[in-house]
């Protein structure tokens, strides 16, 4: 079946250092990419997204290209912010689930 | 505002005692899941409904049953809690179709002693 791979952290950076946490998969066609977020405490929200392949999403300055040539999708940022400490899920639709991976630990140190 | 809620957010209990958790949306989404979430396994799918009376085995059934008798509820119904479905539980809902996301509830931590 399909599946997702991901760094497993922790990650532990200071403010403003750059971000880059590596997603790659495994699938049947092209399937669309996910980068989900959860904060402490809460569920999963949706960070960003990309439907096809060198597609880039991008949502409050992280971003993620769909890369077919690598089956990546490697989430960025610039400048980490204290408040981007979360857990990070790649996903990708498998039939009528989803698959994750097992998330990836950032912490943000001021 | 789109919303998926979860009653209750906490819950302690004992082994045994039948309980029921909760899910809604106002999306109009016709697919809802359940997820647990355990440290080190990741989230893993429940079950899964892909519209009214339509309910199908995720990947981890065993312990749990839900029901679909309307669009915007899908409850999650332990009959029999055991001390390893203490987990971390989130509904969630998409459109139908492939391919779009899904959206999650708040989660419901549940621990059963």
């Known amino acids: 079946g399909d599946s997702v791979t991901q760094m497993e952290g922790p990650v532990t950076l200071s403010e403003e250092a750059f971000l880059t946490i590596n997603c790659t998969y495994t699938?049947?066609?092209?399937?669309?990419l996910f980068w989900y977020v959860q904060y402490p405490g809460e569920g999963l929200q949706l960070l960003l997204k990309?439907?096809?392949?060198?597609d880039k999403g991008s949502n409050k300055g992280f971003e993620a290209t769909y890369r077919k040539e690598t089956t990546s999708f490697h989430l960025e940022k610039g400048s980490v912010q204290v408040s981007d400490s979360a857990v990070y899920f790649c996903?990708?639709?498998?039939?009528?689930?989803?698959?994750f991976g097992p998330g990836t630990r950032l912490s943000v140190l001021p | 505002e789109a919303q998926v809620t979860q009653n209750p957010r906490y819950l302690i209990t004992v082994t045994g005692k039948k309980l029921t958790v909760t899910c809604s949306q106002n999306?109009?989404?016709?697919?809802m899941s359940w997820y647990r979430q355990d440290p080190g396994l990741g989230l893993r799918q429940i079950y899964y409904?892909?519209?009214?009376?339509?309910?199908d085995k995720g990947d981890v059934p065993e312990g749990y049953k839900v029901s679909r008798k309307e669009k915007r509820n899908f409850p999650l119904i332990l009959e029999s809690p055991s001390p390893n479905q203490t987990s971390l539980y989130f509904c969630?809902?998409?459109?139908?179709?492939?391919?779009?996301?899904?959206?999650f509830g708040p989660g419901t931590r549940l621990t059963v002693t």
């Open positions: 969630a809902t998409r459109r139908g179709g492939r391919g779009y996301e899904q959206y």
């Open positions: 699938a049947t066609g092209y399937p669309s």
């Open positions: 990309a439907t096809k392949a060198d």
């Open positions: 996903a990708l639709p498998e039939g009528q689930n989803f698959v």
């Open positions: 999306m109009n989404h016709e697919y």
């Open positions: 409904s892909m519209n009214v009376e339509v309910t």
